[in-house]
């Protein structure tokens, strides 16, 4: 299968709003299959590319790895922090990936941090391919007119509750009011131009702020003319899999420290949290609505509290780094978000060298002989192929 079952939902939703790019999905889906199983730790090239502009974020919400309660770059000397992907080397690389047109995503810390954010946009969007921004979109206000010309086609903008709540999660007072009325404003100047995208999809991650009130994030939506919405579990470890993620770092001769700083207990009731999923699933809306990853009222109670879970509902195996790269604030790129094992980098070397590189290989068939690392349960990218 090539779209896990539970994903069946979320990839409908995308063929019906983006028919072409689905289809295109699913095409590289099943590239990345043939290279899991038959290329020896070799790949096709990659489905989606994620640049990590910057490490720099305006806010400290509560629940973030980076820079929340227990964030690991929160932690970092402000020198460390500074590291920026440069733009001419940026759009050189862009020149370099576009032939095979992967999607791109803007990621950080906060993308529209990245001073030339836009600009970026535009030369992505020249070269024809897919580009989705995740953004907190506390400046979203002053730049929408500029983003929906810049042909961005995702807009994902992390909202996890009514005003109050989300101010309240994210640390600042009037934030809520910020993003509505930018994206208000995005929504008139799409009426205004006739335009379709950018598509605004909001993200919501479930916490113990937030949980018993998510049926709220509906209103909000509506209010904003969302295309979707989308619940994200929450992202946590303990201290027992940060330690057993190091004999796997030590064999890959690399650090997973990043993932401290998602060293925290969820605080969520599984059941109430699975009755709030069905009451609000079984409702219509004129947008598409889902939880990520989709799991069954046994699954959510195992994810939430088994030390040693183990997805049942999902393959058992990681399948990410046959289908996505991600190129850090220092040109370096990585398999995963949480680890410093780098295939290569592009500051001086060519994208296609870097993605089949010894090293590229050396991880894939490590990771293919284990299916998962200690960590991976709890990262997004497990449940997504
Ligand atoms: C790390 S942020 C980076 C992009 C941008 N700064 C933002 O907040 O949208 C990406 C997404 O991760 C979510 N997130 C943060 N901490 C999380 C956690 N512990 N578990 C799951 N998602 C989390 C954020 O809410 C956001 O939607
Ligand atoms: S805005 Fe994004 S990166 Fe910044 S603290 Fe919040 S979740 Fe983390």
């Known amino acids: 299968m090539i779209i896990p079952w539970k994903n069946i939902y979320r990839f409908t939703a995308k063929l019906l709003k983006q028919p072409q790019y689905a289809i295109w999905v699913a095409l590289k889906r099943l590239q990345a299959f043939l290279s899991y199983y038959t290329g020896k730790g070799k790949s096709f090239q990659p489905e989606s590319i994620t640049l990590f502009l910057t490490e720099k974020c305006n806010l400290r919400c509560k629940m973030c790895g980076q820079w929340g309660e227990s964030g690991v770059t929160k932690n970092k000397a402000a020198g460390d922090v500074k590291a920026e992907l440069d733009f001419e080397t940026l759009k050189k690389f862009i020149d370099q990936i576009s032939y095979f047109k992967p999607s791109i995503t803007l ?189 069954s009222r046994d699954g959510l109670k195992d994810y939430y509290n088994n030390p040693s879970y183990l997805p049942d509902e999902y393959p058992k195996r990681c399948l990410s780094p046959w289908v996505c790269a991600y190129v850090f604030p220092d040109g370096g790129v990585r398999p995963c978000l949480n680890s410093t094992y780098a295939f290569g980098n592009i500051n001086n070397e060519k994208f296609n060298a870097i993605w089949n590189s010894r090293k590229a290989v050396e991880y894939r068939q490590i990771l293919k002989k284990n299916k998962l690392f200690a960590t991976c349960i709890r990262c997004t990218e497990l449940y997504r192929y």
């Not at 640390?171 to 006739?194: H, N, R, S």
Request: net charge positive; charged share 25%; proline share 4%.
């Open 107 to 295: 990621f950080g810390g906060e993308p529209m941090l990245y001073p030339k954010c836009v600009e970026l946009i535009k030369y992505i969007k020249n070269k024809k391919m897919h580009v989705l921004m995740i953004t907190n979109a506390a400046l979203i206000k002053g730049k929408a007119a500029e983003l929906v010309e810049s042909g961005l086609d995702e807009l994902n903008v992390s909202l996890d509750g009514p005003r109050d709540l989300h101010d309240q999660i994210r640390g600042l007072p009037g934030l809520f009011e910020t993003i509505t009325a930018g994206l208000k404003k995005v929504q008139a100047y799409k009426k205004a131009k006739k335009l379709k995208f950018p598509l605004i999809n909001l993200q919501c991650t479930i916490t113990k702020y937030n949980y018993l009130q998510l049926e709220k994030m509906i209103e909000v939506a509506e209010d904003i003319g969302a295309n979707s919405l989308t619940y994200h579990n929450l992202i946590f470890v303990n201290q027992d899999l940060i330690e057993k993620q190091k004999v796997y770092d030590h064999q890959l001769k690399c650090s997973s420290d990043n993932w401290k700083g998602f060293v925290f207990a969820p605080e969520i009731d599984s059941d109430i949290l699975y009755d709030k999923m069905q009451l609000i699933l079984n409702r219509k809306y004129s947008f598409s609505v889902d939880f990520y990853p989709n799991l």
